[in-house]
C-alpha cells in the first residue's frame, strides 16, 4: 500500500494565508511546521520523521490544538508510504495518523480560533483521505464531505485566492476517484480560473490539456 503523493503537494497554497491570519505567535508556529509537513509529503523516509518530531513539539506548546492534531495525523499518516516495511505495519501506522485526524476534525465544532485554521484543518484532512486508497481505508466518501463543507463555507469568497484554488483542486481530485469526469473538469476548471499562475492553477491547466487531448 502506497499513498499518493501528488495532491498532498498541492497544500503548499496554504503558506500563502491572508496577512491577518500571520500575525500572531500561533501562525508563526504553525507555518514551521507546515513547511516541513509539505517537505514530507514528497519526501524521504528521514522528511517525514523530520515533520512528526517538529508537530510534536508544537502539539506539546498547543495541546489538543485541531490544526496541530490535523497535521499530526497527516504526518503519522505519511509513514505507510515507507515500501520497506511490511503492509500491516503500514496500515497500523496510517491509522494510527487517521484517528488523529479524526479527533482533530471532531474538536473543530468547539474551535474558538480564526476561521482560516478551521478551513486548513479540513483541508489538510481531505487532502489525506481523498489520496489514501479507498478499497483499503474507506476515507474518500469522508473527504467528499469536507470538500462539501469547504465549498459552502460562508466565508469563501473571502479565503486568498491558493486556498480557494486548493479547495477546488481538492473536489476534483474527489470527483477523478469517484469516476465523475464531469465533475473532475468543472473543478480543474475553476481552480485555474481561480489561481492561473499558482501551483494549483497551473497543474490544472496541465490536466485539462491532458484531457482535451
Same mark, same amino acid.
Given at each position: 500500500?502506497?499513498?499518493?503523493?501528488?495532491?498532498?503537494?498541492?497544500?503548499?497554497?496554504?503558506?500563502?494565508?491572508?496577512?491577518?491570519?500571520?500575525?500572531?505567535?500561533?501562525?508563526?508556529?504553525?507555518?514551521?511546521?507546515?513547511?516541513?509537513?509539505?517537505?514530507?509529503?514528497?519526501?524521504?523516509?528521514?522528511?517525514?520523521?523530520?515533520?512528526?518530531?517538529?508537530?510534536?513539539?508544537?502539539?506539546?506548546?498547543?495541546?489538543?490544538?485541531?490544526?496541530?492534531?490535523?497535521?499530526?495525523?497527516?504526518?503519522?499518516?505519511?509513514?505507510?508510504?515507507?515500501?520497506?516495511?511490511?503492509?500491516?505495519? +503500514?496500515?497500523?501506522? =496510517?491509522?494510527?495518523?487517521? !484517528?488523529?485526524? %479524526?479527533?482533530?476534525?471532531? &474538536? @473543530?465544532?468547539?474551535? /474558538?480560533?480564526?476561521?482560516?485554521?478551521?478551513?486548513?484543518? +479540513?483541508?489538510?484532512? =481531505?487532502?489525506?483521505?481523498? !489520496?489514501?486508497? %479507498?478499497?483499503?481505508?474507506? &476515507? @474518500?466518501?469522508?473527504? /467528499?464531505?469536507?470538500?462539501?463543507?469547504?465549498?459552502?463555507?460562508?466565508?469563501?469568497?473571502?479565503?486568498?485566492?491558493?486556498?480557494?484554488?486548493?479547495?477546488?483542486?481538492?473536489?476534483?481530485?474527489?470527483?477523478?476517484?469517484?469516476?465523475?469526469?464531469?465533475?473532475?473538469?468543472?473543478?480543474?476548471?475553476?481552480?485555474?480560473?481561480?489561481?492561473?499562475?499558482?501551483?494549483?492553477?497551473?497543474?490544472?491547466?496541465?490536466?485539462?490539456?491532458?484531457?482535451?487531448?
Amino acid at each position: 500500500m502506497r499513498l499518493s503523493c501528488r495532491a498532498f503537494l498541492l497544500l503548499s497554497a496554504l503558506a500563502c494565508l491572508s496577512p491577518s491570519y500571520a500575525e500572531n505567535q500561533f501562525e508563526i508556529d504553525i507555518k514551521a511546521a507546515r513547511e516541513v509537513y509539505l517537505e514530507a509529503t514528497d519526501g524521504t523516509e528521514r522528511d517525514i520523521r523530520r515533520a512528526t518530531k517538529k508537530i510534536r513539539q508544537l502539539e506539546s506548546k498547543y495541546p489538543g490544538h485541531p490544526l496541530v492534531l490535523a497535521y499530526k495525523g497527516g504526518a503519522l499518516s505519511l509513514r505507510g508510504k515507507d515500501i520497506g516495511k511490511r503492509p500491516l505495519d +503500514r496500515m497500523r501506522e =496510517t491509522e494510527e495518523g487517521l !484517528n488523529i485526524i %479524526d479527533r482533530a476534525l471532531r &474538536r @473543530l465544532n468547539q474551535h /474558538k480560533g480564526h476561521y482560516l485554521e478551521t478551513v486548513e484543518a +479540513r483541508l489538510v484532512a =481531505t487532502y489525506v483521505f481523498i !489520496n489514501l486508497p %479507498d478499497a483499503i481505508f474507506h &476515507r @474518500l466518501r469522508e473527504g /467528499k464531505h469536507l470538500v462539501t463543507q469547504l465549498l459552502s463555507h460562508p466565508r469563501f469568497t473571502e479565503m486568498p485566492q491558493g486556498l480557494q484554488a486548493a479547495i477546488y483542486f481538492a473536489a476534483a481530485i474527489a470527483a477523478e476517484k469517484s469516476s465523475d469526469q464531469n465533475q473532475f473538469k468543472h473543478y480543474l476548471e475553476l481552480t485555474f480560473k481561480t489561481d492561473p499562475k499558482g501551483k494549483n492553477g497551473k497543474k490544472a491547466r496541465i490536466l485539462l490539456k491532458n484531457l482535451a487531448g
